[in-house]
C-alpha cells in the first residue's frame, strides 16, 4: 500500500486478555518503530527493528510487551494479560534507510491502534 | 518519558493570525522536527532542521533552533482553519535511531 497500515484501528480488551496489533510498513522500508502514545501526550518509544533484526527494545514497559518482525516485513506487537494502563493508541512508524530520523530521513506513521482495556 | 516541552500547550487562534510554538529540549540533538496530528490520526512530519541549522522555511511554516538555549520554534504563517491539530517536536540524540517526542501543543484555528 501507500502508506504504513495498522490493524485493528481499535480494540477494546477485557483485563486480562492478550492482545495482537499488526502493522504493515510501506513496501522496502527497513525501519520500522513502535510508539505508544497515551491520551493528551506525545509518542513514546517502544522498539525498533532494522530488517527483521530487533535492535533496541528499551521502551517496552514490562515482560508483556513482545513485538516481531520475523521477515522484515510486517510486524506485530503482542501485549500479554492487559491492563487497564495499557490502554492507549500504538503507533507504527516506517523509514527507507536504516538509520531512520537519526539521518534525518523521514519516518512515515500509520493511524494507530487504539487499545481500551476495560 | 519526554525529552522536550511544548509551549504553550493549547493555542487558540483566528484564521489569518500566524501562531508561533515553542518546544524546549534536555540533551544534545542531531536533529529536531515537527509534526502534525490531526485528532484521531497518525502523525504527518513538517519539516526538520539540523543542529547546524539555525533557521528553516518550508511554505507557510517556519522553524528556528537555538542550541544554546535548547529550544526551537514553529511559526505558521497566515494560518486556516485546516491547520487546526496537535504539534508536537521530536528530537533524536546521540546513537538512538528514535524520535523522543514532546507533549504537543493543541492549536485551534477558528475560522
Known amino acids: 500500500g501507500a502508506g504504513v497500515s495498522q490493524s485493528p484501528r481499535y480494540k477494546v480488551a477485557k483485563r486480562g486478555q492478550d492482545v495482537a496489533l499488526r502493522c504493515d510498513p510501506i513496501?522496502?522500508?527497513?525501519?520500522l518503530f513502535w510508539y505508544q502514545q497515551a491520551l493528551g501526550q506525545g509518542p513514546e518509544f517502544l522498539t525498533y527493528f532494522q530488517n527483521e533484526a530487533q535492535l533496541d527494545k528499551s521502551g517496552l514497559p514490562s515482560d508483556r510487551f513482545f513485538a516481531e518482525r520475523p521477515e522484515g516485513s510486517v510486524s506485530t506487537l503482542k501485549i500479554q494479560r492487559t491492563q487497564q494502563e495499557d490502554s492507549a493508541v500504538y503507533l507504527c512508524a516506517s523509514s527507507l534507510l536504516a538509520l531512520g530520523p537519526l539521518s534525518g530521513n523521514t519516518i512515515y506513521f500509520g493511524e494507530g491502534s487504539w487499545l481500551t482495556v476495560v | 518519558s519526554q525529552q522536550g516541552e511544548e509551549d504553550p500547550q493549547a493555542l487558540s487562534i483566528q484564521e489569518g493570525e500566524n501562531a508561533t510554538m515553542n518546544c524546549s529540549y534536555k540533551t544534545s540533538i542531531n536533529n529536531l522536527q515537527w509534526y502534525r496530528q490531526n485528532s484521531g490520526r497518525g502523525l504527518v512530519h513538517l519539516i526538520l532542521?539540523?543542529?547546524?541549522?539555525r533557521e528553516k522555511h518550508s511554505g507557510r511554516l517556519r522553524v528556528t533552533l537555538d542550541t544554546s538555549k535548547k529550544s526551537s520554534s514553529l511559526l505558521i504563517t497566515a494560518s486556516r482553519a485546516a491547520d487546526t491539530a496537535s504539534y508536537f517536536c521530536a528530537t533524536t540524540s546521540g546513537s538512538a535511531r528514535q524520535l523522543t517526542f514532546g507533549s504537543g501543543t493543541q492549536l485551534t484555528v477558528l475560522p
Open positions: 532542521i539540523r543542529s547546524n541549522e
Open positions: 513496501s522496502g522500508h527497513v525501519s
